[in-house]
T-cell receptor
Framework: GAVVSQHPSRVICKSGTSVKIECRSLDFQATTMFWYRQFPKKSLMLMATSNEGSKATYEQGVEKDKFLINHASLTLSTLTVTSAHPEDSSFYIC????????????FGNGTRLTVT | AQTVTQSQPEMSVQEAETVTLSCTYDTSESDYYLFWYKQPPSRQMILVIRQEAYKQQNATENRFSVNFQKAAKSFSLKISDSQLGDAAMYFCAYKGDDKIIFGKGTRLHILP
């Protein structure tokens, strides 16, 4: 089945630094990728939708200058948390949509970010 | 490693009837969360219901309820009084210590 690889699975960084999270579709082309954030004991919160070759669409309340999303190819989307702060510590998960709507979204396994 | 299995790729139900979506999982963890998510054509993930593994009482949210059988590692979703707006993909998800694992989804069709 279709696989989405999300890397890294865990990252610890210091305040003020930037962290990049990659989301790759391994055996299909992902025209659309979604980035979610999950707070402890909360459900997934959609942060943004990225389409290959165009600017990401951010959900209300998500700072686009802080969470930079780049969907440069049909198999790779990246989320960069810029100037990270402890309140950015969270669980981030991506999911990818292939061109066949009848296929379910394929999800990465998530990245746990800890900002110290 | 944890796994989540949704054995029904597609299901259909008559409007106003009741339907049950199945989900089984495998884990060695004792504390975890289970979720059902709905994905309508907008593609946005919508949380339908959640269950904490340490709670024995089955979660209920309006027309949605679960049958959580921890020993059997089963977590089925029951939708009562099905409505046309319930048509969507439904994902069962397991949240353990480090990751969320989703099933492959069940596409639910509502027949008018």
């Amino acid at each position: 089945g279709a696989v989405v690889s999300q890397h890294p699975s865990r990252v610890i960084c210091k305040s003020g630094t930037s962290v990049k999270i990659e989301c790759r579709s391994l055996d299909f082309q992902a025209t659309t990728m979604f980035w979610y954030r999950q707070f402890p004991k909360k459900s997934l919160m959609l942060m943004a939708t990225s389409n290959e070759g165009s600017k990401a669409t951010y959900e209300q309340g998500v700072e686009k200058d802080k969470f930079l999303i780049n969907h440069a190819s049909l198999t790779l989307s990246t989320l960069t948390v810029t100037s990270a702060h402890p309140e950015d510590s969270s669980f981030y998960i991506c999911s990818a949509d292939d061109t066949d709507y009848n296929s379910p979204l394929h999800f990465g396994n998530g990245t746990r970010l800890t900002v110290t | 490693a944890q796994t989540v299995t949704q054995s029904q790729p597609e299901m259909s139900v008559q409007e106003a009837e009741t339907v049950t979506l199945s989900c089984t999982y495998d884990t060695s963890e004792s504390d975890y969360y289970l979720f059902w998510y709905k994905q309508p054509p907008s593609r946005q993930m919508i949380l339908v219901i959640r269950q904490e593994a340490y709670k024995q009482q089955n979660a209920t949210e309006n027309r949605f309820s679960v049958n959580f059988q921890k020993a059997a590692k089963s977590f089925s979703l029951k939708i009562s009084d099905s409505q046309l707006g319930d048509a969507a993909m439904y994902f069962c998800a397991y949240k353990g210590d480090d990751k969320i694992i989703f099933g492959k989804g069940t596409r639910l069709h509502i027949l008018p």
